[in-house]
C-alpha cells in the first residue's frame, strides 16, 4: 500500500479488514513519504496496525519517508 493510507476516511478500520483476508503470515507493506499531503505519521501506523493484531516484521525509512512491513501472525 503505496501512499494511500491517508486517502482511506477511516484508515483504522480498513486494516482489520486486510489483516482478515490475509493467510497467517501474509504480510502488508505500507510506504508513506512526508511529500504525500495525506502522509500517515509512523507512530500512528503501528498503533492502527497492532490494534488490527498485525506484528512489525520490517522498517526502513529516513526524514522522507518510510516502508513498514507487517505481518499477519500465524497462530497455528
Do not use: C, Q, W
Not at 20 to 42: N, Q, S, W
Not at 44 to 63: C, D, K, Q
Request: overall charge positive; aromatic content about 10%.
Amino acid at each position: 500500500m503505496v501512499t494511500a493510507l491517508g486517502e482511506i476516511p477511516e484508515p483504522a478500520k480498513v486494516l482489520p479488514l486486510i489483516f482478515a483476508a490475509l493467510k497467517p503470515g501474509g504480510r502488508l507493506l505500507v510506504a508513506e513519504t512526508i511529500f504525500d499531503p495525506h502522509y500517515v505519521r509512523r507512530a500512528r501506523l503501528r498503533e492502527m496496525a497492532r490494534s488490527a493484531g498485525f506484528a512489525e516484521r520490517a522498517y526502513s525509512g529516513n526524514v522522507f519517508g518510510y516502508n513498514i512491513t507487517f505481518e499477519r501472525p500465524d497462530t497455528g
